[in-house]
């Protein structure tokens, strides 16, 4: 059964910083890609970045590029994403997604396990 736990979320003033980490098992995490995605209060999941199984390559929403940074750790079955400058409009609950032999994907269906989700406020 595939488990994924999320941690590092909390409260950060705007501008400052935090790195999640996604604790993945039972599977054989080299063969996943892995996504991380948000939902905001009274808004619909979406996609964050994501990293591939293949050669590592990552894809970012627009509102992130340039400020977070996925990436994984396939000896620790570990996802991280590091989010810099940070901006009220980023406070959401930030899940992490696994898809076999993925490439990928933003798209929210192309993953077929995830986490509970972890929590991050930005204060102005």
């Known amino acids: 059964q595939v488990q994924l736990v999320e941690s590092g979320g909390g409260l950060v003033q705007a501008g400052g910083s935090l790195r999640l980490s996604c604790a993945a098992s039972?599977?054989?995490?080299?063969?996943?890609?892995m996504g991380w995605f948000r939902q905001a209060p009274g808004q619909e999941r979406e996609f964050v970045a994501a990293?591939?199984?293949?050669?590592?390559?990552?894809l970012y929403a627009d509102s992130v590029k340039g400020r977070f940074t996925i990436s994984r750790d396939n000896a620790r079955n570990t996802v991280y994403l590091r989010m810099n400058s940070l901006k009220p409009d980023d406070t959401a609950v930030y899940y992490c997604?696994?898809?076999?032999w993925g490439s990928g994907t933003h798209v929210l269906g192309g993953y077929e396990a995830w986490g509970r989700g972890t929590q991050v406020t930005v204060s102005s």
């Open positions: 990293i591939n199984w293949r050669n590592s390559g990552t």
């Open positions: 039972g599977l054989t995490f080299s063969s996943y890609a």
């Open positions: 997604a696994a898809d076999k």
